[in-house]
């Protein structure tokens, strides 16, 4: 049972990257899904949130860059990144859960989360 980040690299500011996050012995549709970030020296951070009817959530940094979507088929969610800024410069980390209400990204309502890729935007 395990979810797979991965997608990160090196980008110039303006660019894109497609983070992926798959998931595997279990069924990634019973479950909301939540991309995380973390800086050097920064605390963890919630970046976009979406649960298994689709409705999604941005933090005010990310909306109308970042899109995020999920494949119950593929057992796999994404996050699409574009215009990238340095300042989106962290591992970025997926985790499935059942959140409850508003509480988007509050860490410890999700049971399962990937191993982090590295999003290195440079200026």
């Known amino acids: 049972v395990q979810l797979q980040a991965s997608g990160g690299g090196l980008v110039q500011a303006g660019g894109s990257l497609r983070l992926s996050c798959a998931a595997s012995?279990?069924?990634?549709?019973?479950?909301?899904i939540a991309w995380f970030r973390q800086a050097p020296g920064r605390e963890r951070e919630g970046v976009s949130y979406?649960?298994?009817?689709?409705?999604?959530y941005y933090v005010d940094s990310v909306k109308g860059r970042f899109t995020i979507s999920r494949d119950d088929a593929r057992n796999t969610a994404y996050l699409q990144m574009n215009s990238l800024k340095p300042e989106d410069t962290a591992v970025y980390y997926c985790?499935?859960?059942?959140?409850?209400?508003?509480?988007?990204?509050?860490?410890?309502?999700?049971?399962?989360w990937g191993q982090g890729t590295q999003v290195t935007v440079s200026s």
């Open positions: 985790a499935a859960g059942r959140p409850v209400g508003s509480a988007y990204f509050t860490s410890s309502l999700y049971d399962y």
């Open positions: 012995g279990f069924r990634l549709g019973f479950y909301d």
């Open positions: 979406i649960d298994s009817g689709h409705s999604t």
